[in-house]
T-cell receptor, first 115, second 109 residues
């Protein structure tokens, strides 16, 4: 199993550009998440999904969009990139049956700089 | 508001024991996680506590007191590879993880 994979690993964007961060998991997990991590700060939840076709906003969703058409994929779209979106982005997944709590597995991250 | 507090940085000596504390105030509680994150890498799961008490897993132990809103991670027989950030995260009433900023642990020979 590859686990959670993310592409690209690094990206530099100009202000106003758009891009999609890709995330794929092969563990058949129902829950998937997108976080951003700024230096010296905790992880902040951007969006999450409890299953294919269902997405919901997290703590910091502005400027981002997601979709979940399959169990495996959960892409994050940045529209009109701004310097405030410079961060490390982590995708994570977990298996969360009703009544159970399981750990989240993280991808290697995408380091995004907006200039 | 929701808040998780951890020390920013700690230093310890190889072979010693270190305790990393975490205090939390969250809307609801469905458990507390500890993750390890090496520089430039993704967080990896260490432990999960939902009941009061101590959970031991090899050199690492995690303690929880729900009444005090307090947890600690205890690392024994420290090794150089334990140099990393340690993240405390609480699962709130909506089953979302609220993350602390992490404690950077520096191990000296």
């Amino acid at each position: 199993n590859a686990g959670v994979t993310q592409t690209p690993k690094f990206r530099i964007l100009k202000i106003g550009q758009s891009m999609t961060l890709q995330c794929t998991q092969d563990m058949n997990h129902n829950y998937m998440y997108w976080y951003r991590q700024d230096p010296g700060m905790g992880l902040k939840l951007i969006y999450y999904s409890v299953g294919a076709g269902i997405t919901d906003k997290g703590e910091v969703p502005n400027g981002y969009n997601v979709s979940r058409s399959t169990t495996e994929d959960f892409p994050l779209r940045l529209e009109l990139a701004a310097p405030s979106q410079t961060s490390v982005y982590f995708c994570a997944s977990s298996y969360s049956p009703s009544g159970g709590v399981y750990e989240q597995f993280f991808g290697p991250g995408t380091r995004l700089t907006v200039l | 508001g929701q808040n998780i507090d951890q020390p920013t940085e700690m230093t310890a000596t190889e072979g010693a024991i270190v305790q990393i504390n975490c205090t939390y105030q969250t809307s609801g509680f469905n458990g507390l996680f500890w993750y390890q994150q090496h520089a430039g890498e993704a967080p990896t799961f260490l432990s999960y506590n939902v009941l009061d008490g101590l959970e031991e897993k090899g050199r690492f132990s995690s303690f929880l007191s729900r009444s005090k809103g307090y947890s600690y991670l205890l690392l024994k027989e420290l090794q150089m590879k334990d140099s990393a950030s340690y993240l405390c995260a609480v699962l709130d009433s909506n089953y979302q993880l609220i993350w602390g900023a992490g404690t950077k642990l520096i191990i000296k020979p």
